[in-house]
T-cell receptor
Framework: DAGITQSPRYKITETGRQVTLMCHQT?????MFWYRQDLGHGLRLIYY???????DKGEVPDGYVVSRSKTENFPLTLESATRSQTSVYFC????????????FGPGTRLLVL | QKEVEQDPGPLSVPEGAIVSLNCTYS??????FMWYRQYSRKGPELLMY????GNKEDGRFTAQVDKSSKYISLFIRDSQPSDSATYLC?????????FGTGTSLTVIP
């Protein structure tokens, strides 16, 4: 499928477990982003990547790990999930540094019990 | 203080009305200013983005940026029921993007 996809779409896990959220894009965009969306906070940037093997922290990186071994994939790992990480997670990609055109995936709804 | 402030609404208007959505920000280093539309349980989609102060028009949508006041607006003319969604403003410095909390809009037929 063309575009940007996320998996799983829904996930329930328990406190302390490791969870990995997947993001895949077919455009070969250089830049990829992970956000979380919470009521009252809007979208907040967790991590971004400018290219394969280049990642950097966003506004709320604590408790998350990312990697980017291939341009098209940008997985987000919660090493030890906490209840405060219950959220909707969005992946996005862009071909332009800093430009406005980010394309978002459909989101992953994560519930940590 | 949040980097970006946006009135969450909700905003309810009759079909055909002009809608005004606004955001204020505190960081004078912000470079691009964007408006996204998000339907329920979907990812945000870009509506418009601007780089400089002034107006930018695209069909029924007009984005306005006033850097001196640190204020941006989105106007929707002839609003339609299909415009019912949450509208997010966003801005960035380099690859650090900051979003408003979103304004929920309902256009009543």
């Amino acid at each position: 499928d063309a575009g940007i996809t996320q998996s799983p779409r829904y996930k329930i896990t328990e406190t302390g477990r490791q969870v990995t959220l997947m993001c895949h894009q077919t455009w070969s965009h250089s830049y990829m982003f992970w956000y979380r969306q919470d009521l009252g906070h809007g979208l907040r940037l967790i991590y971004y990547s400018a290219a394969a093997d280049i990642t950097d922290k966003g506004e709320v990186p604590d408790g998350y790990v990312v990697s980017r071994s291939k341009t098209e994939n940008f997985p987000l790992t919660l090493e030890s999930a906490t209840r405060s990480q219950t959220s909707v997670y969005f992946c996005a990609s862009s071909e332009v540094r800093g430009g406005g055109t980010q394309y978002f995936g459909p989101g992953t709804r994560l519930l940590v019990l | 203080q949040k980097e970006v402030e946006q009135d969450p609404g909700p905003l309810s208007v009759p079909e055909g009305a002009i809608v005004s959505l606004n955001c204020t920000y505190s960081n004078s280093a912000f470079q691009y200013f964007m408006w996204y539309r998000q339907y329920s349980r979907k990812g945000p989609e870009l509506l418009m983005y601007t780089y400089s102060s002034g107006n930018k028009e695209d069909g029924r949508f007009t984005a306005q940026v006033d850097k001196s006041s640190k204020y941006i607006s989105l106007f929707i003319r002839d609003s339609q029921p299909s415009d019912s969604a949450t509208y997010l403003c966003a801005m960035n410095t380099g690859n650090q993007f900051y979003f408003g909390t979103g304004t929920s809009l309902t256009v009543i037929p």
